[in-house]
Nanobody, 125 residues
């Protein structure tokens, strides 16, 4: 069993930055692919970013490319999402997820078996 706990969300003005963290329990974290997803009210969950087990492969959704950076620290069992140049349309609940099967950076939600509860990010205009 893996537990994922997100933190770092909050209210920020457009153009600002936030850094989300996702702390994972369990010894197998370093073998998991990790991803960030978001869901805005009334919208479907959207892929944001993913990182492979080693950090050597990274994949971003089109809407965040060039603004967001995903990284991981396997020694701390933590994955991060640095969000810069935030826009009001980035407002959503952000969840991290763990892919214990492929270990690579994938966007498909079906790969992710473990999910966190999420952290709210609100960007004001």
């Amino acid at each position: 069993q893996v537990q994922l706990v997100e933190s770092g969300g909050g209210l920020v003005q457009a153009g600002g930055s936030l850094r989300l963290s996702c702390a994972a329990s369990g010894r197998a974290f370093s073998s998991y692919g990790m991803g960030w997803f978001r869901q805005a009210p009334g919208k479907e969950r959207e892929f944001v970013a993913a990182v492979s087990w080693s950090g050597g492969s990274i994949y971003y959704g089109d809407s965040v490319k060039g603004r967001f950076t995903i990284s991981r620290d396997n020694a701390k069992n933590t994955v991060y999402l640095q969000m810069n140049s935030l826009k009001p349309e980035d407002t959503a609940v952000y969840c991290c997820a763990a892919d214990p099967t492929s270990g690579t950076a994938v966007s498909g939600q079906a790969w992710y078996y473990y999910w966190g509860q999420g952290t709210q990010v609100t960007v004001s205009s």
